[in-house]
């Protein structure tokens, strides 16, 4: 059953991505729709290599059930006037990384009310384009809830908008954005969330790596391909590295 409520501001931020998306003539490939459930709640655990998978799986998800998700994102986006203002309005949950108990608990709230729940359970975007270790909190979500943990993979997304690159106009048209969406994860609540996590990371690289095979375009020394696929994107280490410094830096 589809959700029936009216949210003017999210369908018509939905509009908004659906218009931008049209003009840069991006080709969405989608395989797995049917393990979005049409009604209730589930945790989406997804990848992120790039700025713009949010906007993307929402796009995805809405062309297949018209069903809106609710993405958990760190509290420094709604603390800012404008962009805060339309996150609380689509209903987005804030995230202060350094005490995220509240952010937990409205998720909590949120599925058992039947909604779809956005995580990005790397904390972060992947520069290797590879998936990084994983935080449990999409599992322990899960769980808790008794809903459904759904692992979905995203490649192509980090060539419109990714960490520290900057991509002209005519680099976005016509890109193909790959989309899986996995089969349900169920995680029972005495289940081992860093074991269940942990598969979930596997998962999610298993589906990576089987839409880099499928993907059309080579990735033979662009930057948008991780190293030991004969790109030149950081190797993991490198990424983890630059990560670390970059880190050490903000906190000083």
Same mark, same amino acid.
């Not at 954005?177 to 979930?200: E, H, N, Q, R, W």
């Given at each position: 059953?589809? @959700?029936?409520?009216?949210?003017?501001?999210?369908?018509?931020?939905?509009?908004?991505?659906?218009?931008?998306?049209?003009?840069?003539?991006?080709?969405?490939?989608?395989?797995?729709?049917?393990?979005?459930?049409?009604?209730?709640?589930?945790?989406?655990?997804?990848?992120?290599?790039?700025?713009?998978?949010?906007?993307?799986?929402?796009?995805?998800?809405?062309?297949?059930?018209?069903?809106?998700?609710?993405?958990?994102?760190?509290?420094?986006?709604?603390?800012?006037?404008?962009?805060?203002?339309?996150?609380?309005?689509?209903?987005?949950?804030?995230?202060?990384?350094?005490?995220?108990?509240?952010?937990?608990?409205?998720?909590?709230?949120?599925?058992?009310?039947? @909604?779809?729940?956005?995580?990005?359970?790397?904390?972060?975007?992947?520069?290797?384009?590879?998936?990084?270790?994983?935080?449990?909190?999409?599992?322990?979500?899960?769980? @808790?809830?008794?809903?459904?943990?759904?692992?979905?993979?995203?490649?192509?997304?980090?060539?419109?908008?990714?960490?520290?690159?900057?991509?002209?106009?005519?680099?976005?048209?016509?890109?193909?954005?790959?989309?899986?969406?996995?089969?349900?994860?169920?995680?029972?609540?005495?289940?081992?969330?860093?074991?269940?996590?942990?598969?979930?990371?596997?998962?999610?690289?298993?589906?990576?790596?089987?839409?880099?095979?499928?993907?059309?375009?080579?990735?033979?020394?662009?930057?948008?391909?991780?190293?030991?696929?004969?790109?030149?994107?950081?190797?993991?280490?490198?990424?983890?590295?630059?990560?670390?410094?970059?880190?050490?830096?903000? @906190?000083?």
């Amino acid at each position: 059953m589809r @959700e029936r409520s009216i949210e003017p501001v999210y369908t018509s931020a939905v509009a908004i991505g659906r218009a931008l998306f049209g003009s840069w003539r991006l080709r969405p490939v989608i395989s797995g729709a049917e393990n979005i459930p049409a009604s209730g709640g589930a945790v989406l655990a997804i990848t992120h290599f790039g700025y713009l998978e949010f906007a993307l799986v929402e796009w995805a998800t809405w062309l297949h059930t018209k069903r809106r998700i609710r993405f958990m994102a760190k509290k420094e986006a709604f603390d800012k006037p404008v962009v805060g203002a339309l996150l609380r309005s689509m209903k987005h949950i804030s995230v202060n990384r350094k005490a995220g108990a509240a952010a937990y608990a409205d998720a909590i709230v949120a599925l058992e009310r039947g @909604e779809l729940i956005g995580v990005f359970p790397e904390a972060g975007v992947s520069a290797s384009f590879t998936v990084r270790d994983l935080k449990t909190g999409a599992a322990r979500l899960a769980a @808790e809830a008794g809903v459904p943990l759904i692992p979905v993979a995203v490649w192509g997304g980090q060539r419109l908008m990714t960490k520290g690159r900057k991509i002209r106009w005519a680099e976005r048209l016509g890109v193909q954005v790959s989309f899986t969406f996995g089969s349900p994860i169920s995680v029972a609540a005495d289940d081992d969330v860093a074991a269940t996590t942990d598969a979930l990371r596997d998962r999610l690289q298993e589906m990576v790596d089987q839409l880099q095979r499928e993907y059309p375009v080579s990735g033979e020394g662009q930057w948008w391909q991780p190293a030991d696929l004969g790109g030149t994107a950081p190797t993991p280490a490198q990424a983890a590295a630059a990560e670390a410094e970059r880190v050490r830096l903000r @906190e000083a």
